[in-house]
Nanobody, 126 residues
Framework: QVQLVESGGGLMQAGGSLRLSCAAS????????MGWFRQRPGKERAFVAS????????YYGNSVKGRFTISRDNAKNTLYLQMNSLKPGDTAVYYC???????????????????WGQGTQVTVSS
């Protein structure tokens, strides 16, 4: 089972940028799809973005299209989420997830992903 560790969260003013990272263990990182989800207090976990095994295909939730960019570096076993033009509504705990049996996952169902990180808090102030 892959182990996932997120980092890069924090407090940011609206309009600012943050980059989240997710370090994955194991030697097969380059063979499966990855994704980012977020969860606000009292809400269900929501799809943010996903990326295919090669990085050639990316998918985004409607609320982040044009502002967030998902990418991966398979040589470093690392997934990224670049978040620009942050809004207070982006405040949430962000989770990275692995779909170890899938090469491409277009989202948005969390059930398509079988391993999860512990989450990193992102807070955007107005």
């Amino acid at each position: 089972q892959v182990q996932l560790v997120e980092s890069g969260g924090g407090l940011m003013q609206a309009g600012g940028s943050l980059r989240l990272s997710c370090a994955a263990s194991g030697r097969t990182f380059s063979s499966y799809a990855m994704g980012w989800f977020r969860q606000r207090p009292g809400k269900e976990r929501a799809f943010v973005a996903s990326i295919s095994w090669s990085g050639d295909s990316t998918y985004y939730g409607n609320s982040v299209k044009g502002r967030f960019t998902i990418s991966r570096d398979n040589a470093k076993n690392t997934l990224y989420l670049q978040m620009n033009s942050l809004k207070p509504g982006d405040t949430a705990v962000y989770y990275c997830a692995a779909a170890q049996k899938r090469m491409v996952v277009a989202g948005p169902d969390p059930a398509d992903f079988d391993s999860w990180g512990q989450g990193t808090q992102v807070t955007v102030s107005s």
